[in-house]
Nanobody
Framework: QVQLVESGGGLVQPGGSLRLSCGASGFAFSDYPLSWYLQAPGKERERVARISSRGSTTYVDSVKGRFTISRDNSKNTVYLQMNSLKPEETARYSC?????????WGQGTQVTVSS
C-alpha cells in the first residue's frame, strides 16, 4: 500500500522560505516520478513541480526560479524548497505518485504565507 507523508509546512512571511518533505513507502520509490501539488481554498489542485525517476524537473511557470524539487532515493523522500513565497501561495501542499494506474496522495501540509 502506497503511503505518502508530508511535513514542513507552517506560517511564513511574504518573501520567506520553507522546505517541504514527503516520505514515501509501499512502492519502488526510485522507479517513479513524483510531483508536488498545491490546493488553495476554493480552488482546484494544481501541480507546481515534478521530478522524474532520473531527476529531471519541470515547474509551473509561476514558481520557476523560486521553487526547487529534489529527491533522495536513499531516504525515499522528495523535497520542495520554496523561496520568495507569496501570499497567493497559501495552500495545502501534497505529494503525488501514480502507481499501477492509480493516483496516490498524501494528507498534505499547510503552508500559510502572511505577515
Amino acid at each position: 500500500q502506497v503511503q505518502l507523508v508530508e511535513s514542513g509546512g507552517g506560517l511564513v512571511q511574504p518573501g520567506g522560505s520553507l522546505r517541504l518533505s514527503c516520505g514515501a513507502s509501499g512502492f519502488a520509490f526510485s522507479d517513479y516520478p513524483l510531483s508536488w501539488y498545491l490546493q488553495a481554498p476554493g480552488k482546484e489542485r494544481e501541480r507546481v513541480a515534478r521530478i522524474s525517476s532520473r531527476g529531471s524537473t519541470t515547474y509551473v511557470d509561476s514558481v520557476k526560479g523560486r521553487f526547487t524539487i529534489s529527491r533522495d532515493n536513499s531516504k525515499n523522500t522528495v523535497y520542495l524548497q520554496m523561496n520568495s513565497l507569496k501570499p497567493e501561495e497559501t495552500a495545502r501542499y501534497s505529494c503525488h505518485v501514480r502507481w499501477k494506474g492509480n493516483d496516490d496522495w498524501g494528507q498534505g501540509t499547510q503552508v500559510t504565507v502572511s505577515s
